[in-house]
């Protein structure tokens, strides 16, 4: 019998209930123990043995082999060559879908494309995906040289403009607006070479969507330049708040100097 693990998962499923359950709950209950094994990763814990897996779920190794193999062919889970385990791209792709159905592209698209073209920098749509935060929707510079960061990629929550948005004005975090101008700076933090700064976005509620951000070369983002850059920004968090039925009052009394 594998060891558990009170400490993982709420309700680890036991291989063995399969054994006593009808043929037509068979299916569902292979559904819940796959889902069991992937919420078993975390930000701390991104590789998995097998045996770690087995004692976090409470499932027997020969039962979650059967299930990784199915996973690993649907591209949800990667077998390292050290035989661990490893998300795969599919999760990346169905939460970056998730995100456009909660931030539809009509809204978004329209501003980072007049954003890019009134800063002439690459612009960005983020929003926090469990630890980390998600590329959901941008638009590159027309500039030659510029940063390369694509749509669905996930980076660190604590690097980066963006990210910083996303901690500082999430629910609870007892920010206030008025204490200051809600733009976030960041130069050299993700990758020495670029830089960027971030806007907070809006929605029903004062809910935090997301943040909007400028990003490119460090060398074209000292403080005049990025000074320059303010008005734009807030300009376009302002546009997609009204989009996501927000206040756009929270950003309206911003002095942009």
């Given at each position: 019998?594998?060891a558990?693990?009170?400490?993982?998962?709420?309700?680890?499923?036991?291989s063995?209930?399969a054994?006593?359950t009808?043929?037509?709950?068979?299916g569902?209950a292979?559904?819940?123990?796959?889902?069991?094994i992937?919420?078993?990763?975390?930000?701390?814990?991104?590789?998995?043995t097998?045996?770690q897996?087995?004692?976090?779920?409470?499932l027997?190794?020969?039962?979650?082999l059967?299930?990784?193999?199915?996973?690993?062919?649907?591209g949800?889970?990667?077998?390292?060559?050290?035989g661990?385990?490893?998300?795969?791209?599919k999760?990346?792709?169905?939460a970056?879908?998730?995100?456009?159905?909660?931030h539809p592209a009509?809204?978004?698209?329209?501003?980072?494309?007049?954003?890019?073209?009134a800063?002439g920098e690459s612009?960005?749509f983020?929003?926090r995906?469990?630890?980390?935060?998600?590329?959901?929707y941008?638009?590159?510079?027309?500039?030659s040289?510029?940063?390369?960061v694509?749509?669905g990629q996930?980076l660190?929550?604590?690097?980066?403009?963006?990210?910083?948005?996303?901690v500082?004005?999430e629910?609870?975090a007892?920010?206030?607006?008025?204490a200051?101008m809600?733009i976030?700076?960041s130069r050299?933090?993700r990758?020495?070479?670029?830089?960027?700064?971030?806007?907070?976005?809006?929605g029903?509620g004062?809910?935090?969507?997301?943040a909007?951000?400028?990003?490119?070369?460090?060398?074209?983002?000292g403080e005049?330049?990025t000074l320059?850059?303010?008005?734009?920004?807030i300009?376009?968090?302002?546009?997609?708040?009204?989009g996501?039925?927000g206040d756009?009052g929270?950003?309206?009394?911003?002095?942009t100097?």
């Amino acid at each position: 019998m594998p060891a558990t693990d009170t400490s993982a998962t709420p309700a680890p499923i036991s291989s063995n209930a399969a054994e006593t359950t009808s043929s037509d709950e068979i299916g569902v209950a292979a559904v819940n123990r796959a889902l069991a094994i992937l919420d078993t990763f975390t930000e701390d814990a991104p590789v998995l043995t097998l045996a770690q897996l087995s004692q976090k779920t409470g499932l027997y190794k020969s039962t979650i082999l059967r299930l990784l193999q199915s996973l690993d062919a649907y591209g949800y889970v990667n077998r390292l060559d050290g035989g661990a385990y490893v998300l795969g791209p599919k999760p990346v792709r169905l939460a970056a879908l998730a995100t456009r159905s909660l931030h539809p592209a009509e809204v978004v698209m329209p501003v980072l494309r007049e954003l890019v073209q009134a800063a002439g920098e690459s612009a960005s749509f983020y929003v926090r995906s469990g630890a980390q935060r998600l590329c959901a929707y941008r638009v590159d510079s027309p500039r030659s040289v510029r940063d390369n960061v694509q749509i669905g990629q996930l980076l660190p929550l604590d690097k980066g403009a963006a990210g910083r948005v996303l901690v500082d004005f999430e629910p609870g975090a007892g920010h206030r607006l008025s204490a200051g101008m809600p733009i976030r700076i960041s130069r050299g933090e993700r990758d020495p070479e670029t830089a960027a700064i971030a806007c907070p976005v809006f929605g029903a509620g004062n809910r935090l969507e997301g943040a909007v951000t400028l990003s490119g070369p460090l060398t074209r983002f000292g403080e005049s330049e990025t000074l320059a850059m303010v008005a734009p920004l807030i300009a376009a968090a302002r546009k997609l708040t009204v989009g996501f039925m927000g206040d756009s009052g929270l950003l309206a009394n911003t002095d942009t100097g």
